[in-house]
């Protein structure tokens, strides 16, 4: 197909982690990797306050990303679908070496008049935070109501595909034919959910070697046929839209990868136990540290889901972990999700964020091993709680944004009712952003954050309705970008312009057959001072958007080498790797166990 022709989309998604890191060419064995660019011991962490090491700078006009979202009727939202917004991806769809952008869109309903044409975008990265729109010429084109995007190496030829979720039309496949064009392959590789659609996971399900399918689900929305007779439902005396509760809730699916298709095989993986549950975020993950990948499901007004992995066979556990309600025991409104080691006990922990009038939560895990798997939700505790009730949020990621060795929380936000601004809730309908800095454990041992909204720049302090949110490395210096879909508006781009970081080493992880985004892999360093810090590459955390899928260690004031890091792979390989320089980007290949810094 020729690059001009044109081919229908909804959406796409994250980035490639088989990509390799700008500077890298050759591959060096592992046991070469403390040769590999030496550099001298870093100065400890800068005592810069927090109001410079968290500072943004808003580019969004600047950027040439000029694409504006189309999500419904913009102005009363009293559809559910015009209420969820959509998502971005960051990846290096043209193997440059940078971070390009991809962002999907919705549509209206029949009836409903667009402001434009509503369309999904593509965005070259020219560096410098420049971008141009090469939409047409990669061959993608507006058709149908997008949600969600998501990037991924299906077919293992070192190209970053894409999966788009969608409402109102089957879920698409895009092959990326690695001449900056795409192609649709959905008859070929499946996976073809006739939705509606939002989250979607993707990860080695059965340790058979390749990368199987969950895919989450919303509701059964018929705008012909709405709930409540198509009048407003009510909410704290406001006439609004109603809720997931007065709707018939769409059951999840997952495909198995059988010969480079994905089959439906629900019910052969255990994944119908469950009731249809309004799903709107995942993130896989190895929580009870057993060696294969399990999935956290964040649901809408229902509990969320814990699908434990026993090779294969899954079972819902999220209630008998912690994981289901929150600690009143009370079923939250599950928007995005991530987990990340943020308490250093080597267990991955959950942060879903929530609706208004509630609080985000933070489940922290006991670190448990097999057969028991054990959550707390320290939310308040951990001084997440207070500052995110009044705030209905979305798209969340955590990292270690200013390197001092303590993940840090962003959190974007804005209210589903348009008609919040008319009553004195102590809330609005554009809404502030916020990013939580990890503070280190207080006297008790307990991992504490701080809200430094306000210390962030003028990205922070913008009040937009926010949607998806991911982070990339779009200017090339070793710190994560912010990228955040806004509804019915054009998006915001924000240069992380952080003074004071702290040390850090980078991974860039290359799996060998199927799994080439190595999704499942685990990174275990040992510091100095004989601690260990864990990093895996997990999928789908956040909110309809992927981030790059590079994985970031900050390290804080060390100044000598790490003496050795493991990196685990999903089918049981170790490349184990000794005395690494410091502020250095490794990319490991598990197929030659090669090492290259740089």
Known sequence: MAASSLISACGKSDPP???????VSSAAPAESASKVSPVAPPPAVDPVPLARRFRTTDVSQSSGITLENVCGDPVRKLAIPENLGQGAAALDYDRDGDQDLFVTNG???????PRFTPRPALYRNDG????????????????GWGHGAFAIDFDADGDQDLYLTCYLRANLWYENRGDGTFRDATAEWGGADPGPSTAAAFFDADLDGDLDLWVGNYVHYDPKAPPNDGNPCEWKGLKVSCGPLGTTP?????????????VDATKKFGFDAAAPSYALGAVTGDYDGDGDTDLYVANDSRPNFLWRNDRGRFKDVAMMAGVAMNEAGRAQSGMGVDAFDVDHNGALDLFVTNFSHDHNTLYLNDGVQPPGLLFTD?????????????????????????????????????HVYPQVDSAPLGTSYRQLNQIFAGRGKNEKGLVVF??????????FLKKAVSRGLLLADFDGDDDEDYFIVELDAPPTLLRNDGEGHGAWVHFDLIGKGKNRDAIGARVVATLPDGTTRLLERSYGGGYLSTSEGRLRLGLGAVSEPLPKVEV??????????TNLALRQTYLVDEATGKVTGS
């Open 250 to 262: 769409a059951a999840d699916s997952f495909f198995e990868n059988v010969d480079g298709k994905l």
């Open 107 to 113: 549509t209206v309903f029949e009836g409903q008049t």
């Open 128 to 143: 410098g935070m420049k971008f141009t729109d090469v939409t047409e010429a990669a061959g993608i084109s507006a058709f």
């Open 450 to 459: 701080e809200d430094v909204q306000f210390a962030a720049g003028d990205g």
């Open 378 to 414: 320290e939310s308040y505790a951990s001084k997440l709680g207070e500052p995110s009730f009044l705030y209905l949020s979305w798209g969340t990621r955590v990292s270690d944004l200013d390197r001092d060795g303590w993940p840090d929380l962003v959190v974007v936000s804005g």
């Open 17 to 23: 982690a088989s990509r390799s890191p700008a500077g």
């Open 568 to 577: 685990r792979w999903p089918l049981g390989g170790v490349t184990t790797l």
